[in-house]
Structures are given as C-alpha cells and as structure tokens.
Nanobody, 123 residues
Framework: VQLVESGGGMVQPGGSLRLSCTASGFTFSSYAMSWVRQAPGKGPEWVSAINSGGGSTYYADSVKGRFTISRDNAKNTLYLQINSLKPEDTALYYC?????????????????WGQGTQVTVSS
C-alpha cells in the first residue's frame, strides 16, 4: 500500500491550493479515505473524510465551507480543494486510508498514511 500526497506549497491568506493523494497497492474504490493535518507543535487534527463511492463527505467545523474533498476512483486519487486559506491552516496534510469508521464525520481509525504535503499560509 502506498499513498503519495502532492500539491502543497506556500500561499498568501485568502489563497487556494488543491492537494492530491495518489493511491496504489490496494483497491482504492473499496475504502473510505480521510485528510488529517498536523500543525507545528500540535496533535493531529481530522479535516475531512469521504466514503468509498464518493457520495458522502464530511468536514471538521474549522474547514467547513472552505475545503472540498473528492475522489476519482478511476485514477486512484483523492483530492482536497482548499480555499480562503488562513494562517491557522498551516500544517502538514496527510491522506489516510480508513480501516474503521467509529463515528462518521468525527472518529476514524486508519491503517495507512502518506508522507504528507506541507501547506504554509503566510503574507
């Protein structure tokens, strides 16, 4: 199993980025997926999740209305469109494969993670 994130960078407040996570080594379309971020000096924060078919999406309150999760199962790729970026969005963003949904939209267990892509929001 391999998850490879890309698309991070440094942007000004109010800017946008599109993160991608390319999956390999498993049947991508069979798994729910999540984005999790970790800011410097803080613990991991769940950001968003999507079910295996892409029809159900969930967001943390801190990103609702600004972030959009999506997936292309034909391309084995997970996306996160992030708009209206704020300095507090600065973090390392990981994609993770969901092994168990404990509470949809809140609590997940993961079995595989990518290496992360850095998002820095600064003027």
């Amino acid at each position: 199993v391999q998850l490879v994130e890309s698309g991070g960078g440094m942007v000004q407040p109010g800017g946008s980025l599109r993160l991608s996570c390319t999956a390999s080594g498993f049947t991508f379309s069979s798994y729910a997926m999540s984005w999790v971020r970790q800011a410097p000096g803080k613990g991991p924060e769940w950001v968003s999740a999507i079910n295996s078919g892409g029809g159900s999406t969930y967001y943390a309150d801190s990103v609702k209305g600004r972030f959009t999760i999506s997936r292309d199962n034909a391309k084995n790729t997970l996306y996160l469109q992030i708009n209206s970026l704020k300095p507090e969005d600065t973090a390392l963003y990981y994609c993770a494969r969901v092994s168990r949904t404990v509470l949809a939209g809140r609590i997940y267990e993961y079995d595989y993670w990518g290496q992360g892509t850095q998002v820095t929001v600064s003027s």
